[in-house]
């Protein structure tokens, strides 16, 4: 599976627009990119996936270069309870196990 | 409330005994997961169940480790001779395999473990 690298850390304010990058060089043809939110003491909950190009939803929006190497998660507009910590990762539409990096820890505030 | 569940929340126990944790799945999922997830790391994988058949298994569960999903619904997680190091929280997830948002994987709140 694509090893996936991400920022260990973020910043922003109060209706900012915040853009997380996961790098991840070594994505297969077939790997999908999905985006999972932690708050504390939570399970992961799955925010958005996508394969190529641009995908919204009413949470987040998925920015995909052509060559597929990097990704983007565009939180429109944070609130302070948009502070969690986001993974990036990359692997099979189905697959039967998620490979979480260390995620990005954001802290959003006033 | 149709959400994974787990029980119990929180779990304290002294280095060599035996602990389970039990896990309830969305109710029309037939795949159910278990992570483990140390502090200021994500998940783990550790193993997962396609109805009552445990499918894979990771490295990271020692033969101390054991997981059932008896008549595919619940599942258990049985630590046995509980060591410092097996303190995490317990993650356990469920997905419907092949339906339309089957990439999904629904998390429950967890078990914190802490072996003293």
């Known amino acids: 599976l694509a090893k996936t690298t991400q920022p260990i850390s973020m910043d922003s304010y109060e209706g900012q627009e915040v853009n997380i990058t996961c790098s991840h060089n070594?994505?297969?043809?077939?790997?999908?990119i999905t985006w999972y939110q932690q708050f504390p003491s939570q399970g992961p909950r799955f925010i958005i996936q996508g394969y190529k190009t641009k995908v919204t939803n009413e949470v987040a929006s998925l920015f995909i270069p052509a060559d597929r190497k990097s990704s983007t998660l565009s939180l429109p507009r944070v609130s302070l309870s948009d502070t969690a910590v986001y993974y990036c990762?990359?692997?099979?539409?189905?697959?039967?196990?998620?490979?979480f990096g260390t995620g990005t820890r954001l802290q959003v505030f006033p | 409330d149709t959400g994974v569940s787990q029980d119990p929340r929180h779990k304290i126990t002294k280095r060599g005994q035996n602990v389970t944790f039990r896990c309830d799945p969305i109710s029309e999922h037939n795949r159910l997961y278990w992570y483990r997830q140390t502090l200021g790391q994500g998940p783990e994988f550790l193993t997962y169940f396609q109805n009552e058949a445990q499918l894979e298994k990771s490295r990271l569960l020692s033969d101390r480790f054991s997981a059932e999903r008896p008549k595919g619904s619940f599942s258990t997680l049985e630590i046995q001779r509980t060591e410092q190091g097996d303190s995490a929280m317990y993650l356990c997830a469920s997905s419907l395999e092949l339906g339309p948002d089957s990439y999904e994987q629904y998390f429950g709140p967890g078990t914190r473990l802490t072996v003293t």
């Open positions: 990762l990359v692997g099979a539409y189905n697959t039967d196990k998620l490979i």
């Open positions: 070594n994505i297969a043809t077939n790997d999908y």
